[in-house]
Structure formats: structure tokens, C-alpha cells
């Protein structure tokens, strides 16, 4: 009997099979043994289980992706979510987690959120820098409703995740979109004013339209520097129409003379903002070559 796994607690899996029904399985052993870790999002063949025995993970099936913070896998689309009022927007981990999403083949939008909060032109130039890089881009406030529609509408029909830092309203904007949701939100620590973590968990949620998404604890384990320094700029749809036009055919697009990128940021054709955090993603992947071959 196969299915998908939308909860892991303790030891055990919540497995949904294809009939509808939840089961309740534990993993078999060997895959202790192999290194093997069932994770939220895997399709896999169970036993359902009995009076007298419960149910048991016999085969994980092949994984398009996986990530390890939070334990998901078989992603389709990653919702990075940019709060446009506080906490403020970190855009070096929203670059990051764009980049980790293209390194695993998985599709990405840009929501940001708390728009109802936030001044017009802050909303106005996270939005116009994103969508230039190729990126689709939704506004969002959970609590006036904008953009829930669109929201809803990247969601439907795939299995998707939300992520971007603590208080930024990934959770609230669940809520919003299927109030049966019912997550715990959490808002902001008065004494620090950083957003509190609420989710404890990894659970795929099924939508009103078909599709899941994921409510996870955040994506805090990134593999950018898993990849080569040259293939950075492959991961930046917007270098694309100018990379080819570089004096360098293995141009890094930073000190290399007759960069078309470079060239490209100065007239404002790229977003200066953006290809700075690119130099500073490429100087730690520089950096973490140079310790692993010294």
C-alpha cells in the first residue's frame, strides 16, 4: 500500500494512503541501519497496521529533493516569505534560500507580507527588485486579506513549503488561507523583538484545492556551499542576459575586467542591493574552497 507521510513525532509516521485513510507506522530497522531517515513529504510502501500489530514504513521511494532542517522532502515549490515591516527584511537570507531552492530544481515565489503594515515605497522595492530577477512575487497581509488569492493560487495543485525568518507571519498567513489550520502564531518577543518560533514540527497540510504545503519549524540548514564559485551566477536569473556578453568566458563577476553583470548593476539594469549579497554569498564559497584544499 503506498502513500505520502504528512507527520513525523517521536518515532512515528502519520502516512495518508492513496485511499484517504491515516496510518500510524513506525520505520523497520534497517533503515537505521542504512543511514535511511524517513522524512515529511516521502512517497513510501507500508504495511497498514492490525489488532495486533502496528503499522510499518517497508520502502522509501525515490526522492526528487530533500532538505535536513527542517526533515522534508519532494518539495515542489518554496514560498520564501519577506515581512515589509518587522521583523525587518532580511534579503541575504531570502537570496540565500532562492539560491538553496535552485541548487534542488525546486520553484520559488517571493511573498511579501504585512504589506498593510508597511510604508508603500518599502513594499513597492522589495516587490519591483524580486520580480526583476524572474522571481514571482505576491503581496500579502494576513490580516486585511490582500493577496491571499494569489497566494493561495501558487499554492494549490503542488506540495509546497514556507519559508523566511521567525515572526515574519508564515503561520498566520496559513490561517488565513484555510482558518481550519488553526497554527499557532506567536508575534513578537517584547524584550527582544525578534519573532518567536511556534511551529515544533514538520506537518504537510492538505489544501482546500488540492496540493499540501508544509508547516515546518523554518529551513535553517542551507547547502549553498556545496557548489562550485563559478556556477553562483547560474542561480541569478537576471545575470542571464548580460553574462554572455562578459570579456571572460569563467567570469565571476566581480574583479574581472569587462564584466557585462557588472556593467549591467551600474546602468540599473540589475539591482545593485542584489548583486552586492551575491558577492558576499561568492566571497563564502571562495572562502570555503580555500579551507577545504589548503
Known sequence: ????????????????????????????????????????GDRVEITPETDTAEGRIDTILARSN?????????????????????PKPDLLLCDRLLLDAGIRDVAAVVCVNKCDLAKAETVRTLTEE??????????TSAKTGEGLGALLSELTGCVSGLA???GVGKSSLLN??????????????????RGKHTTRHAELLSLPGGGRVVDTPGF??????????????????????????CAFKACLHKSEPDCAVKAAVGEGKIPRGRYERYTI?????????RTRYD
Open 220 to 245: 535553517s540548514l542551507l547547502h549553498t556551499g556545496d557548489i562550485p564559485p563559478g556556477d553562483l551566477g547560474g542561480y541569478y536569473p537576471e545575470f542571464a542576459p548580460h553574462s554572455g556578453g
Open 164 to 166: 523566511g525568518q521567525s
Open 1 to 40: 500500500m503506498r502513500g505520502v507521510i504528512v507527520k513525523g513525532v517521536g518515532g512515528f509516521y502519520t502516512v495518508e494512503t492513496e485511499d484517504g485513510r491515516l496510518h500510524t507506522c513506525r520505520a523497520r530497522g534497517r533503515f537505521r541501519r542504512e543511514g535511511l531517515r524517513p522524512l515529511v
Open 66 to 86: 530533500e532538505w535536513t532542517r527542517p526533515p522534508v522532502a519532494n518539495l515542489d515549490k518554496l514560498v520564501v516569505v519577506l515581512s515589509a515591516h518587522w
Open 130 to 139: 524580486y520580480a526583476s530577477c524572474g522571481h514571482p512575487v505576491v503581496r
Open 176 to 193: 488565513a488561507i484555510v482558518p481550519a489550520f488553526g497554527l499557532e502564531t506567536g508575534g513578537r518577543a517584547a524584550r527582544t523583538a
Open 281 to 289: 554569498i561568492l566571497d563564502t564559497l571562495l572562502e570555503s574552497r
